[in-house]
């Protein structure tokens, strides 16, 4: 926990340097698995955001980047309010969001990979550790427990006013990709969940979300199927951020309360100027002329 230990000064030299400005836009938070330890710590977060900053829906989200009238939430001076998102399309979430987010009134944004739902227990095993944990833990050292949600609960989801996005196809990284591969992985993941949702998917999250796993290529292919397109990268989208080029912060649950709201308030964005701009290049090179 030493990488955390100067939160608490950090976040009051933020908001010392904060009185001078008043933050707009809003912010994405990104999440994945939530596993019954990490639970109680979720609630604890959502109560605290949607007191201090107020939630944003996706459909709220949506209508501030295209400048559509809609309330927003009230939150505290200079607190932007927050969409919530979650990438994989693990089974906890199904959780998440009938025991924390609904009883709220929250709607959040939950990414999946149309083709991992179908395949059989132990090759989905085996995915989920190549695919989305990136060769880091291998099946057979993952929780027992640990699972990707069925067409049913995604369908509920959907049915609960929840927004499904499409995060691929398999979870592969696209810089990796190209041709048709990357086509299917994603152009067709949208097709896909709207064939088996009877939703329109206008939301894309590429897998990994980092600056590395993103490029003009991918983003091409992006711009063909899909309005808003999230990304991993740290900030506050704001008057002018690219919808192809949503900005994200990941939170870790495990951390110390200060250090979660040093994220929720932009304390660290500064790191993430040059990744910023190089998102925006990406988004600018790839889109097609209008």
Not at 85 to 97: E, H, I, L, P, W
Not at 185 to 202: A, C, H, N, T, W
Not at 222 to 240: D, E, H, K, L
Request: proline share 6%; glycine share 8%.
């Amino acid at each position: 926990m030493d990488r955390y230990r100067h939160a608490g000064l950090w976040l009051s030299l933020h908001r010392l340097m904060r009185r001078i400005r008043h933050a707009s836009g809003f912010r994405i938070l990104m999440l994945h698995d939530v596993p019954d330890h990490q639970m109680e710590a979720l609630a604890g977060l959502v109560d605290y955001v949607a007191h201090e900053h107020g939630v944003l829906s996706p459909d709220d989200a949506a209508a501030w980047m295209y400048g559509q009238p809609f309330t927003p939430p009230a939150g505290k001076l200079g607190r932007p309010p927050v969409l919530f998102s979650f990438d994989d399309g693990f089974a906890s979430n199904v959780r998440v969001a009938h025991e924390i987010l609904e009883p709220a009134g929250i709607r959040a944004l939950f990414f999946v990979c149309p083709g991992l739902i179908e395949l059989e227990p132990a090759a989905q095993r085996e995915a989920i550790a190549e695919n989305i944990f990136d060769g880091r833990v291998s099946a057979a050292d993952m929780d027992a427990e640990l699972r990707l949600m069925t067409w049913d609960e995604v369908a509920a989801l959907s049915a609960a006013g929840h927004v499904i996005g499409a995060h691929s196809m398999t979870h592969r990284r696209l810089t990796t990709l190209s041709g048709d591969d990357l086509r299917t992985e994603i152009f067709d993941s949208g097709v896909k969940l709207e064939g088996r949702l009877d939703v329109p998917v206008g939301w894309f999250a590429y897998p990994f979300g980092d600056i590395g796993s993103i490029d003009k290529h991918a983003m091409s292919v992006i711009a063909q199927r899909y309005p808003f397109c999230r990304s991993g990268v740290r900030g506050a989208n704001r008057m002018g951020t690219l919808p192809l080029g949503l900005l994200a912060d990941h939170i870790d649950l495990d951390a110390p309360m200060a250090y979660q709201r040093l994220v929720l308030e932009g304390g660290l964005d500064l790191r993430y100027i040059a990744k910023r701009w190089r998102l925006n290049s990406a988004v600018m090179t790839g889109r097609p002329p209008s």
